[in-house]
Nanobody
Framework: QLQLVESGGGLVQPGGSLTLSCAAS????????IGWFRQAPGKEREGVAC????????FYRDSVKGRFTISIDNAKKTWYLQMNSLNPEDTAVYYC???????????????????WGQGTQVTVSS
């Protein structure tokens, strides 16, 4: 049973940067794909950045390409979302997620068998 705990959310000004962390227990390198999702008020949860379970492919949604970077420290079983050049449209609750045996693109679609963190609020505002 995976348990995921996010940290690092907060308030940041437009153009600023923020790094989110997700600490996992029960995570197995090479078995679980990982990712970050977000959900703004009144909108559906959407995949932002994901890594495949074999760790060799990445997926980013178009609106964050070149600004966000997903990475993982396998030894610490912790993954990160580095967010740069933030704008108000990035305001949302951000969730880390994991699912076994998945491609990066499939990981970024909410589906059966996904484990979720509790979410952390990111607010971009001046």
């Amino acid at each position: 049973q995976l348990q995921l705990v996010e940290s690092g959310g907060g308030l940041v000004q437009p153009g600023g940067s923020l790094t989110l962390s997700c600490a996992a227990s029960g995570f197995t390198v090479g078995v679980h794909g990982i990712g970050w999702f977000r959900q703004a008020p009144g909108k559906e949860r959407e995949g932002v950045a994901c890594i495949s379970s074999n760790g060799i492919s990445w997926f980013y949604r178009d609106s964050v390409k070149g600004r966000f970077t997903i990475s993982i420290d396998n030894a610490k079983k912790t993954w990160y979302l580095q967010m740069n050049s933030l704008n108000p449209e990035d305001t949302a609750v951000y969730y880390c997620a994991a699912r076994s045996m998945t491609t990066a693109q499939a990981m970024c679609v909410p589906g059966k068998g996904t484990y979720w963190g509790q979410g952390t609020q990111v607010t971009v505002s001046s």
